[in-house]
């Protein structure tokens, strides 16, 4: 059984409108460029082809795999998220105890996640490392790019 999948309404929007977009425009392309393949004659032989059949088929089991997730994805909604310890959707402010540097993370589903945007998923090494710590505890992570040793210094949801 697939691990449960928690969401935001926007993450849940911005993956049904990925689907859609799979289901209409993309599969539309990629079956243009199947006929167009199948025009130049020997399939046997023809790299064209098999590029779009591996093309058809990366998109037929993103939809399959998104159609799965939103069927059974759980919306949480952020204004009951409680703020005593880290859950998903909260917000931690840490203090990297190596260089007394702040940062936040919002944790999120692997789907949602976006470094860029300080979105880290649950499951990623910091992600399950904050899970249920409260405003002073401290954690210990090893990382790719090594030990990283944070203090819990505030928890909100944003």
């Known amino acids: 059984?697939?691990?449960?999948?928690?969401l935001t309404m926007s993450g849940y929007k911005?993956?049904?409108?990925?689907?859609?977009?799979?289901?209409?425009?993309?599969?539309?392309?990629?079956l243009e460029k199947i006929a167009e393949a199948r025009s130049h004659g020997d399939?046997?032989?023809?790299?064209?082809?098999?590029a779009a059949k591996e093309e058809q088929n990366q998109i037929e089991m993103r939809i399959s795999n998104l159609?799965?997730?939103?069927?059974?994805?759980?919306?949480?909604?952020e204004k009951q998220i409680k703020t005593d310890k880290v859950y998903i959707l909260t917000t931690a402010v840490l203090?990297?105890?190596?260089?007394?540097?702040?940062?936040?993370y919002t944790l999120v589903s692997s789907e949602e996640a976006d470094i860029?945007?300080?979105?880290?998923?649950?499951?990623?090494?910091?992600?399950?490392?904050?899970?249920?710590?409260a405003v002073g505890d401290k954690v210990e992570v090893r990382?790719?790019?090594?030990?990283?040793?944070?203090?819990?210094?505030?928890?909100?949801?944003?």
């Open 95 to 104: 203090k990297n105890l190596d260089n007394s540097q702040k940062i936040e």
């Open 43 to 50: 399939l046997s032989e023809n790299a064209e082809y098999d």
């Open 67 to 77: 159609e799965r997730m939103l069927a059974t994805a759980s919306i949480l909604d």
């Open 143 to 158: 990382t790719p790019g090594g030990l990283k040793r944070f203090e819990v210094l505030e928890i909100k949801v944003k």
């Open 1 to 6: 059984m697939a691990d449960a999948v928690y």
């Open 116 to 133: 860029e945007q300080g979105k880290i998923s649950v499951k990623s090494p910091i992600g399950s490392a904050l899970l249920g710590k």
């Open 14 to 30: 911005r993956l049904k409108e990925e689907l859609d977009q799979l289901k209409g425009e993309e599969r539309h392309k990629v």
